[in-house]
């Protein structure tokens, strides 16, 4: 195996250093040689292969080597870092020059790991023949070792200058990927597909639009790579140990899709109710989440129950979420137990937990901080100590993390923070949990706090919600559409036996499931409730993975109601063998390119904090319950209208260089100069250099696409009496020159500066 050693020169400039040949001990297996095969997104520098030979080293698959002809760019820390990643390459010219067989010939490769496409689709060569060089290049590496692995990606999406298209093509080769793969896998050399594509954002994650940055893009390719890696070294078909995440999604041993869809039980308080599981399964609940007690306020409940429990769900064909609740309200509440004595009782209980990985979800502790700020903030650290005392003690589970701040995030201390956690785990193995009461009563709120998820290319469930609370009121219904339409699970709280101050939050009277209560009614049989949308895992017999056939290609969409920033759509519907379960939605602006703007459950989309007097382009695709996507549909065209209402709202912007000349902190100030007040409010505006937000930004949550960049309100300040104001800001990058925006609109009408 070979090492670079590297040292850093200044930040962002890495030099390598002088390669120290590590003998292997005589009579040592040969280690697993990994090729990495691409272009600049792999080689140059292409630092996730450093975070990946760690993050393998961590986890103790240590008998790999990495090969290839190209030496090891600096990524800060010794790695050993050979590739086959050559910037500027094109897969069809690989094939062309018939450059691979020398490659393979030199590394003999047991694993390739295929990043590959990027500069074709750039060069506007098709998803056909970018396949059909993949096809070529595949009997090629069987032909150097017939037992090859190939690990293929789903490529990054892209968004260049000058190729409005490019975004497009990637989607229309990523669509054809899973297929060809399907159709080219064999047991003896399998082929695995790796979605490197949702979840990745050419605003966020890319330098330039292309290739992935060191502060976000990198980490999120190395975490799709893992489990994929780590699977091919052990010989199996799946990339983890029973449940498992992949990407923002739960998926079983098997690689299918799994979608909670079950009910909170407090079983800690009523051990005997265990008709309830049974009772809950009737309505075609999935999942279901179970109150246990770690012995600091309620149980302990002891390893023979636990035992019981799963046992309760196996024959129920539930999947068990378990979970601790003295946790509840840590810092706020008098006799709270810390995540750290949480983790305790795990341990405890490691035994029966062992071997249940495909049946058995660890919710760490419910609820794990109440409202203390300063304790709150501790979640980060207290959540990746947990898991990690519980890794160390050889559970592989999925574990479930509920959000701080009695479990709603409302400082967002999770959403920010929840990268950091995720990448503390050394499985990555983790989904994260919102409670979602009177914070969310609105559908901008809940839609922003998934959108922030789904940007992160990160997992989320809704660990908990209902119909009321004290509060505030939920917006249920938003959160259940949501949920369907992002293929997010969701659990509801609860079966029964609440005390009577949230008695309104039993779905059943005395547990009896012959009476439901008007939540349970709602949550069990009604609009995207359980019993329109469970399904049950594969694990017991459910719908599998045989769903190989795609929706029908969606109507093109016709906009109606359209205004200075928003519109109507709708669409034909999509017809399916088994059934459609949402749409996926796709706006450009004026020629740029089609970025994701909304998952929905039917065919229809709002859209608003439009542009006045801006051309946008739409098209929607189809998605089925087994992940099956249709063709896109037509493109539509829209031209918002010219707004007005000058002098309703006045704008100040500055902004202050930073960085060496390429950072700057932008100061926005906005101020209701009209006579009614603002419930609610989006600011827009357009840069015209180039100038790239850096989010997330403070005082608003902001989205940027090309150069236009959109403000909304937060819960706090969606208000703006007359002569009120809000400030906000943000972080922000240039090339060149600064200016500021050339104006501004609030709501579609445009604003006076100062």
Request: hydrophobic letters at 40%; glycine letters at 12%; charged letters at 10%.
């Amino acid at each position: 195996m070979t090492w670079r050693f590297l040292r850093a020169v200044v930040a962002g400039l890495l030099l390598a250093a002088c390669a120290v040949i590590a003998p292997a001990p005589a009579g040592a297996a040969a280690p697993t040689r990994i090729m990495a095969l691409g272009d600049s997104i792999t080689g140059s520098p292409g630092c996730w292969r450093a975070l990946l030979w760690k993050h393998l080293q961590d986890t103790g698959h240590t008998d790999v080597d990495f090969v290839g002809s190209l030496p090891a760019p600096g990524c800060g820390f010794p790695y050993d870092g050979e590739n086959e990643g050559h910037g500027g390459i094109l897969a069809t010219n690989i094939v062309r020059d018939n450059q691979l067989p020398g490659w393979l010939s030199s590394a003999r490769p047991d694993i390739v790991l295929m990043h590959l496409g990027t500069n074709d689709v750039w060069n506007n060569i098709s998803a056909q023949t970018i396949l059909n060089a993949y096809t070529t290049m595949l009997g090629q590496m069987r032909a150097s070792n017939p037992a090859i692995k190939l690990i293929v990606a789903k490529i990054i999406p892209m968004n260049p200058s000058g190729c409005s298209a490019c975004g497009q093509r990637v989607v229309d080769l990523n669509n054809a990927i899973p297929g060809w793969a399907q159709a080219n896998s064999t047991a003896a050399s399998p082929i695995t597909v790796v979605d490197q594509w949702t979840g990745f954002s050419t605003a966020t994650d890319t330098t330039d639009g292309v290739h992935p940055n060191s502060t976000t893009g990198i980490q999120k390719i190395e975490s799709r790579w893992y489990p994929a890696v780590v699977a091919a070294l052990a010989g199996g078909p799946t990339p983890a140990v029973g449940l498992h995440v992949e990407g923002t999604r739960v998926v079983e041993a098997n690689g299918t899709p799994f979608v909670m869809r079950g009910v909170n039980h407090a079983y800690v308080w009523y051990p005997t109710q265990n008709r309830a599981f049974a009772d809950m399964k009737s309505f075609g609940t999935n999942t279901v989440r179970v109150v246990l007690g770690s012995g600091q306020r309620w149980g302990p409940t002891p390893a023979t129950e636990v035992a019981n429990v799963i046992s309760l769900c196996k024959q129920n064909k539930m999947i068990c979420v378990l979970e601790v609740h003295d946790t509840t309200g840590y810092g706020e509440q008098s006799g709270a137990a810390s995540l750290d004595q949480a983790a305790t009782y795990w341990l405890s209980v490691a035994n029966v937990l062992k071997g249940q990985e495909n049946y058995v979800i660890v919710n760490l502790g419910n609820e794990p901080f109440g409202n203390n700020a300063s304790v709150s903030a501790t979640w980060a650290s207290a959540t990746s100590s947990a898991i990690s005392r519980l890794r160390g003690a050889g559970l592989q589970h999925l574990i479930m993390a509920d959000a701080p701040m009695w479990g709603q995030d409302w400082q967002n201390i999770m959403r920010d923070n929840a990268a950091s956690v995720f990448n503390a785990d050394p499985l990555r193995n983790m989904v994260f949990s919102v409670h979602m009461y009177g914070v969310y009563d609105t559908a901008a709120e809940i839609n922003a706090y998934f959108n922030a998820f789904q940007t992160a290319g990160l997992p989320l469930v809704v660990g908990e919600f209902g119909h009321n609370h004290s509060d505030g009121d939920p917006d249920e219904n938003t959160i259940m559409a949501q949920a369907q339409a992002r293929g997010l699970g969701y659990l509801g709280w609860s079966w029964s036996g609440n005390s009577s101050d949230v008695g309104y939050l039993d779905m059943t009277n005395s547990f009896n499931p012959a009476s439901l209560t008007p939540w349970g009614e709602r949550f069990l049989n009604g609009a995207n409730g359980v019993r329109q949308t469970s399904k049950e895992a594969t694990i017991f017999g459910g719908g599998g993975p045989g769903d190989t056939e795609p929706p029908s290609t969606p109507g093109t969409p016709a906009a109606s109601g359209v205004t200075s920033t928003g519109l109507t759509l709708t669409w034909a519907a999509s017809t399916d063998n088994v059934g459609v379960t949402g749409y996926d939605v796709f706006r450009a602006v004026g020629s740029g390119s089609f970025t994701l703007v909304g998952p929905v459950a039917s065919a229809t989309f709002t859209d608003s904090g439009l542009t006045p007097s801006t051309t946008y382009r739409y098209q929607v695709r189809a998605r089925d319950a087994a992940g099956n996507v249709s063709a896109n549909s037509g493109i539509a065209t829209a031209t918002t209208g010219t707004g007005g209402g000058t002098g309703t709202c006045k704008v100040g912007y500055s902004a202050q260089n930073w960085g060496g000349g390429n950072g700057f902190t932008a100061s926005v100030s906005i101020t209701n100069t009209g006579t009614s007040a603002i419930d609610g409010w989006t600011l827009a505006f357009s840069y015209a250099n180039g100038q790239r937000v850096t989010l997330p930004g403070w005082g608003a949550t902001f989205t940027q696409s090309g150069a236009d960049v959109t403000a909304t309100n937060l819960t706090w300040n969606r208000t703006l009496a007359p002569n009120a104001s809000a400030s906000i800001g943000f972080n922000g990058t240039y090339n060149g020159s600064n200016p500021a925006p050339a104006s501004f609109t609030l709501n579609g009408n445009t604003c006076t500066t100062s």
